[in-house]
């Protein structure tokens, strides 16, 4: 029977930890995710759950420490933010290539510089690249349920790499909201025991991680991890379809809302995709056909599922909270416009930057948004690669 609850995704991610009752964290506190090892810290106080803390001196030592518990077998995770996740960026390359099945709860916020402390997904996208699983969240229920569905994913034999879980900061970590938990037996059944196959622990098995790899051996590493991510796809899917038989909550790669007869769509990640929707209904009851492709799943990457949602479309939004500086727009433009021209999939696009630093993203910005795709689409505007919106200058 779900229970009903009002929580903070902080308190959300946290309660799913709770749950589900890891062997070590070890966390260094850092805007806005210091409340997550903060609970922690008190259900193990309260004797709720014996989870080992580890208290650290840096963000690096916190994930140094976490592939060393991995590596021993243990079923570890962390939190973090922003430069706490700048810090540990080399350890996130060394827990991805040794295999460690880590979780991490990542509360987006923006890279210094300039310094600031809101929300946007420099963080995350900056690490796009290092070998995690990245699965995003909307509001604090998927915050919850996709924590509930890491570690099934990330410990699967066809897998076994480290897992991120994201959600915005501050307006989802620290916004409360309705939300429906699962009983605690039922999490614990569905997540089950960790027994690695292989760990340094093993006495009747000795082996050796992350020893020097010469030129003969470094590439098929490097190629395994690779078909370790294509499986996790497959496996994301077999995990989100068990978890809907316990909650009754589906999940995928993305969700469609309203995309089915859209002539113009929005690609969006997070929590900016509930303004996105609220504008789209409005926009319906005027007769314009819009819609919305919510990434849920960033890597692996889906694009031949993203290319056939949007095939239909005239014009297309691609939303990003992060500018790759390269130019021509963010990474989720990048990604998206590739498995649009793999799949050749040739329709207008538009990349635009938002929210960056915590500036607000509201629904009067998506509904200029879909009157830009709709002027060149209809009107025969001038097409523009990317662009930026909510300059105070404009």
Excluded at 123 to 130: E, K, P, T, V
Excluded at 353 to 382: N, S, W
Aim: hydrophobic content about 40%; some cysteine.
């Amino acid at each position: 029977m779900a229970i009903r609850e009002r929580m903070s995704g902080n308190e959300a991610v946290s309660y799913a930890i709770k749950q589900i009752n890891p062997d070590v964290m070890p966390a260094f506190p850092i805007t806005p995710s210091t409340e997550i090892p903060q609970y922690v810290s008190t259900y193990i106080a309260n004797g709720e759950i014996d989870t080992e803390f580890i208290p650290v001196e840096s963000e690096h030592s916190s994930m140094s420490a976490a592939v060393g518990a991995s590596a021993a077998g243990a079923r570890t995770l962390t939190a973090t933010s922003s430069c706490g996740m700048a810090l540990m960026w080399e350890e996130l390359y060394i827990a991805a290539s040794n295999r460690l099945p880590i979780a991490l709860a990542l509360v987006n916020r923006t890279l210094s510089g300039p310094i600031n402390i809101n929300c946007d997904h420099t963080d995350s996208m900056g690490a796009r690249d290092s070998g995690w699983i990245q699965i995003y969240s909307e509001n604090n229920q998927e915050a919850y349920d996709n924590f509930v569905q890491a570690y099934r994913i990330a410990e699967h034999p066809d897998v076994r790499l480290p897992i991120m879980i994201c959600q915005d900061g501050f307006i989802t970590s620290h916004g409360v909201e309705n939300i429906s938990l699962l009983e605690d037996d039922l999490v614990k059944n569905f997540v089950g025991e960790y027994n690695p196959e292989e760990y340094l622990l093993n006495a009747g098995n000795p082996m050796a991680l992350g020893t020097y790899s010469v030129t003969n051996f470094c590439m098929e590493a490097n190629k395994l991890q690779e078909i370790a991510m294509e499986n996790a796809k497959q496996v994301i899917l077999d995990v989100a379809k068990e978890f809907e038989q316990i909650s009754g909550r589906k999940y995928a790669f993305f969700e469609e809302y309203k995309l089915e007869d859209a002539d113009y769509a929005m690609v969006i990640i997070n929590s900016a995709a509930g303004t996105a929707k609220d504008a789209i209904d409005v926009l319906r009851e005027s007769g314009k056909k819009v819609g919305l492709l919510k990434i849920r799943v960033f890597r692996p990457f889906p694009e031949d599922e993203i290319a056939k949602a949007l095939a239909h479309v005239k014009g297309l939004a691609i939303m990003d909270r992060a500018d790759s500086y390269r130019g021509g727009g963010g990474p989720l433009g990048v990604e998206v416009r590739s498995a649009l021209f793999k799949n050749k999939v040739m329709l207008d696009s538009v990349n635009f930057i938002y929210g960056l630093g915590g500036r607000d993203f509201t629904t009067g910005d998506v509904a200029d948004i879909f009157e830009t795709l709709e002027d060149i689409v209809e009107r025969g505007a001038k097409p523009v690669d990317y662009k930026y919106i909510g300059l105070r200058e404009a």
